[in-house]
Nanobody, 128 residues
Framework: QVQLVESGGGLVQPGGSLRLSCATSGFIFGDYAIGWFRQAPGKEREGVLCISSSDGSTWSGDSVKGRFTISRDNANRTVYLQMNTLEPEDTAVYYC?????????????????????WGQGTQVTVSS
């Protein structure tokens, strides 16, 4: 049974940092790319960052602009999203999702349909 479980969300002040974790089970972790997505109230879900399975290459969505980084720990089957200099506009539910091997290139975030396993999400609220 494929499972992805996000954790690490919470309330943080503007300018602060959070690290989200995506713990996985039920599939060959090394064969899958993992992406982070987010959905703010009233908005469409958008891609944040993705990391491929093979060479660990990373791909960004349009909204992050270098403030966030993604990494994977293959030994612990976990992917991390490090978020720095958080802004109120980063408030959203953050999801991790898996697709086989590759993120999908420059416009990976337009291929959400290719991510066939999703976690339940973790809430991130940026507010003073």
């Amino acid at each position: 049974q494929v499972q992805l479980v996000e954790s690490g969300g919470g309330l943080v002040q503007p300018g602060g940092s959070l690290r989200l974790s995506c713990a996985t089970s039920g599939f060959i972790f090394g064969d899958y790319a993992i992406g982070w997505f987010r959905q703010a109230p009233g908005k469409e879900r958008e891609g944040v960052l993705c990391i491929s399975s093979s060479d660990g290459s990373t791909w960004s969505g349009d909204s992050v602009k270098g403030r966030f980084t993604i990494s994977r720990d293959n030994a612990n089957r976990t992917v991390y999203l490090q978020m720095n200099t958080l802004e109120p506009e980063d408030t959203a539910v953050y999801y991790c999702a898996a697709r086989t091997h590759i993120c999908g290139g420059r416009y990976w975030y337009t291929e959400q349909y290719a991510f066939d396993s999703w976690g339940q999400g973790t809430q991130v609220t940026v507010s003073s």
